[in-house]
């Protein structure tokens, strides 16, 4: 069919033709947001799931609803290796110069750019024309101590007194949320309790990988009073089928059954694989109707698309000692695996291979559900391992009871 009217939108936060399966946390969300901007206290939404679930989807409808309720909006993504400072500081710096700009006269808004310019005096962050374009003084005894919890705490204070003052609401949306060193999220996420507990109209919506749930540590109980988890996951078979077929029906085309049954059984209900196989299939029908033959099609092609872009991306920021180790982990199958069990394949202890997990967390490949426990963040990767990498030869086991963790 014409690709020109390929429906289908495949790709890192790309919004999809139809967002399927979702309306009830979107409602929840539009609740939060509405009784937030009224004063009133409510749990923020975390999104949390593998790669490809549509998280970032779901943070940037947050973002447009937020923008129609006249939020003052920032939508940010942590990087590998950076601070919670070198994240926000740029998004609070745009706040507060908008906050200002909006009403020039606001003793709480100068204020809280005074602030920040404490904050940024007590962080290391690569911001050399923040401070010039400022132009204010530190305001003294506020976000200045270098500790970083306690003046976060007065820094995010000081924007929600300024946007309590302003009359604008503020949404800070923060995707990756699992990059950040997990003592800066547990700052951050005790400061924002703080600013809770004030009844401040300063909101946090977050997305990240599985691995949060832990991450979230020792702020957890914060964490449960803030925020309420939500397992964003794969969709069930009737709403994979909508996803696909919605969009064709409404640019006058049509699926048959066969074929939406064989992109369920590849894609298994993930909406990344799903926006793929639409796409592919779309392209390759040659007359108005996708059938069997075509999604098969679909399937080659994607696979072999996956394979080069998706995820070979991913295999090709490991090192070979990390690969071993997800090949192996690719070898038990589908799902959660005792890290245990891994380590056998492999004839090492769990214990040898610490550091090897530890950096394949670290660069969210893989992830912990539970203690012993380890899977892949990306579904469908453990074929994609088989397919590309020949298991090595298999070595012997290591002693037995070495492999308890
Ligand atoms: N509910 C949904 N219905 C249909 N397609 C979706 C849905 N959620 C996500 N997608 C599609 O899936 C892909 C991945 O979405 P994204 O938000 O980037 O996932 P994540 O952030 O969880 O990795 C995108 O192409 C998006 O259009
Ligand atoms: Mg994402």
Redesign the pocket.
């Known amino acids: 069919m014409d690709p020109n009217a390929n429906p289908f939108?495949?790709?890192?936060?790309?919004?999809?033709p139809?967002?399927?399966?979702?309306d009830p946390i979107l409602q929840q969300a539009d609740t939060v947001l509405e009784r937030i901007k009224r004063g009133r206290s409510e749990r923020s939404l975390l999104f949390v799931?593998l790669?490809?679930?549509?998280?970032?989807?779901?943070l940037r409808e947050v973002r447009r609803c937020a923008l129609d309720k006249v939020y003052l909006v920032e939508m940010i993504e942590a990087q590998e290796e950076q601070t919670i400072a070198q994240l926000l500081v740029p998004a609070l710096r745009r706040l507060l110069l908008d906050l200002d700009g909006a009403k020039k006269t606001l003793t709480s808004v100068k204020r809280g750019l005074r602030v920040l310019r404490s904050f940024l005096g007590t962080v290391k962050v690569k911001a050399g024309e923040v401070e010039v374009t400022l132009g204010v003084d530190p305001e003294a005894g506020r976000a200045d101590s270098g500790d970083l919890e306690s003046d976060l705490k007065d820094m995010l204070i000081a924007l929600g007194e300024a946007a309590r003052d302003a009359e604008r609401p503020i949404a800070l949306l923060i995707d990756e949320l699992q990059y950040l060193p997990k003592r800066d999220l547990a700052a951050l996420i005790r400061s924002l309790h703080a600013v809770a507990q004030e009844g401040l109209p300063l909101v946090l919506f977050g997305?990240g990988l599985p691995q949060l749930f832990s991450q979230v540590g020792e702020a957890k109980s914060y964490a449960e009073r803030l925020f309420r988890f939500f397992e964003?996951d794969r969709?069930s078979h009737a709403d994979s089928n909508e996803?696909v077929r919605g969009p064709v029906k409404e640019e006058g085309a049509s699926v048959t059954e066969d074929a939406l049954e064989e992109i369920y059984k590849q894609t298994k209900g993930y909406?990344?694989f799903?926006?793929e196989w639409g796409y592919r299939a779309w392209n390759l029908a040659p007359e108005n109707s996708i059938d069997v033959e075509v999604a098969r099609e679909a399937t080659r092609l994607s696979l072999r698309e996956l394979d080069h872009q998706f995820f070979r991306v991913r295999f090709d920021r490991v090192t070979p000692g990390e690969r071993e180790y997800m090949r192996a982990l690719a070898e038990l199958g589908e799902g959660v695996h005792r890290s245990g069990e891994v380590a056998d394949l492999i004839g090492k202890t769990t214990n040898q291979l610490g550091p090897v997990r530890d950096a394949l967390i670290r660069k969210g490949m893989v992830y912990s559900p539970a203690h012993g426990d380890i899977a892949f963040t990306v579904p469908l990767f453990d074929q994609f391992m088989k397919r590309t990498m020949p298991m090595p030869t298999k070595s012997k086991r290591p002693r037995r009871g070495a492999t308890t963790d």
């Open positions: 939108n495949p790709g890192a936060g790309t919004p999809p139809e967002l399927v399966g979702r799931g790669r490809g679930v549509g998280k970032t989807v779901l997305a964003i969709l996803v909406p990344y799903l926006q």
